[in-house]
Structure formats: C-alpha cells, structure tokens
C-alpha cells in the first residue's frame, strides 16, 4: 500500500550551536538552506513570524531548494498577537502574496497564537467569534492550521469550527499543554486532509539550563514512541503529515537530532523517504 508522505523538518534552519554540528564548517550562512535542504523534505520557517519578509527573500528561499520541497511558515505576530485576527486584512494579504513567491514549496501557514488571558477573550466562543469570520475568507487554494495554547479550549468544538473550515488543527508536544495522546479519546484530532505536529518541549525549563544547542538533556524515546503510535493511525488513513522538530523539545546538539530520534524509531512505512544518518539524539544524555 503507497502512504501519504510523512514530512520531518525542523523550526527554522539555523540556530546557535548548529554550525560545525549540522553545518561543515567554512560553509557560508547563504549556503545554509541549500544543505539543509540535501537532508530534510521541509522546514518551518520562524522568521514570519517577525515579520513578513522581502519578497527576494522568499524568492532565494525557493531558488536554494529542490522541486519537491516544502515550505511551512507562521503568520506574522502583527496578525496573532497584536491585532489578534481583527482589522488585519491588508496585512494577511501582503503576507500571504509575499509568500506565493514559493510557487508549489509553498505549504501550511500557521497561525500560531498565545496563550489569552480572560481579558483578551472570555471564553472559547468568545475567541470563536473572532476566528469564525476570518477562517471563512481564508482562500481555499492553501493550507492552514491553528495552534491554541489555551488547554481548556482543546474541546470537539473548537475541532468541529476548523473541520468545517479544512483547517488543520495543530498537534503540539508542549510543556504545559495536554498531548495529542491524552486527548484522542475526546474528540478527533484530524480536522483537514493534512495533520500539522510541531515537538515543542519546555522552552523556560531548558533555558535556564543553557541556550547553546550542543548537549542532550531530555531522554524523548517514550514520548517519540507515543507519537510514533498516534502517527501511524492517522497515515493509515492516507493524510498527510507534515512534523517539525524545535530545540526545545530534547535540547539535541541541533534540531536535526530530535529529527533523527523520531527517524531512528519510526518504522516503515512511517519512516521519511529522505535518509538522515545521524546518530540519536535519545541513546546518551547528559545532566548539563
């Protein structure tokens, strides 16, 4: 039987720590992308989410990488954070035209928002009022999804609003957030013909360890195996899974090697296509 593609990336290609450890050494920055992408099929670029970039920017982004590669990328915090959705229309249309500029690497656009406090929405309906209106002028021929950090909101409703909508519903591995796995008995998970998974972790607990990407605090093996299994079942029934892999999540030496330990544990099928043959980040860890 074919499977849909499983994707593995990371958030953002370049990162303290990250040259001399994934990057040879003497290899310029503008070289970065070009070799990143000789490993990995996508990548989630963070940059957005500052800001939309120049458009030649985005143009390099899609000469430097091959016919097949995707590009995931977060909508600009003026959007999510500052105007939350409202009075934004101008400002999602130059982001998301910049962006066209990827042609068909372009992917899922993430609107990736914080966690509200009861004086920025009162409740779920009360955000669902605001997300509703935007969610039915988003154009259908891209992909989105939507990242909530508001654990009281991981409820079938919300759900049910983005599947009506072919938004993906975000699948995180966060801190403070339950897991997929805790939750796939309350509502299903899947709310488009794509799955969108970002590997989060603890950011404040490995910060106050270090901000250098060289050592491994954070034994994933268990949690990856969870994943692995939850995975599985939803390319069983052929959706596409796009996943990408922050520092946070293991502290690795870089991103790549959370990317590896999920790579290392994950049968076929669900394995990527493209051969990363690091060493696991999950068979040694120290205590920095």
């Known amino acids: 039987m074919n499977h849909p593609p499983i994707l593995l990336g990371t958030s953002s290609f370049t990162a303290t720590g990250w040259k001399g450890s994934f990057y ?3 290899l310029r920055p503008a070289d970065y992308l070009s070799y990143y992408a000789q490993h990995f099929d996508t990548v989630e670029i963070d940059a957005t989410f500052y800001a939309t970039p120049n458009v030649n920017v985005v143009r390099s982004w899609n000469a430097k990488t091959p ?19 409202k009075d934004c229309d101008e400002e999602f249309k130059v982001f998301l035209t910049t962006m066209q ?5 372009l992917g899922p656009l993430l609107f990736q928002f914080g966690k509200f406090d009861k004086y920025a929405f009162k409740s779920l309906d ?15 021929e891209h992909k989105f999804a939507v990242e909530i950090r508001n654990k009281d909101w991981l409820v079938p409703k ?8 072919g938004v993906a519903l975000t699948l995180i591995d966060q801190g403070w957030m339950p897991r997929p796995w805790e939750m796939k008995d309350k ?3 899947i709310t488009a013909d794509f799955t969108y998974v970002r590997w989060l972790g603890d950011r404040k607990g490995i910060e106050e360890k270090t901000t250098t990407w060289d050592n491994v605090i954070v034994d994933r093996q268990g949690d990856l195996s969870e994943w692995v299994s939850l995975l599985k079942k939803v390319q069983e029934r052929r ?3 796009l996943a990408f892999a922050n520092n946070h999540y293991a502290l690795c030496r870089c991103r790549h090697n959370a990317y590896n330990a999920a790579f290392q544990i994950m049968p076929n099928p669900l394995r990527s296509s493209t051969p990363f043959p690091l060493y696991s980040c999950l068979t040694t860890h120290t205590d920095a």
């Open 101 to 105: 500029a990827l042609g068909e690497k």
């Open 158 to 165: 919300l759900a049910d609003v983005l599947r009506e909508h």
């Open 24 to 26: 040879p050494k003497g």
């Open 67 to 85: 016919e097949g590669f995707l590009f995931a990328a977060k909508v600009p915090q003026e959007i999510t954070h500052k105007r939350v959705l």
């Open 239 to 241: 959706i596409m899974i």
């Open 126 to 140: 009360d955000f669902l009022g605001r997300l509703i209106p935007f969610l039915k002028r988003l154009p259908k």
């Open 187 to 189: 509502f299903g998970l």
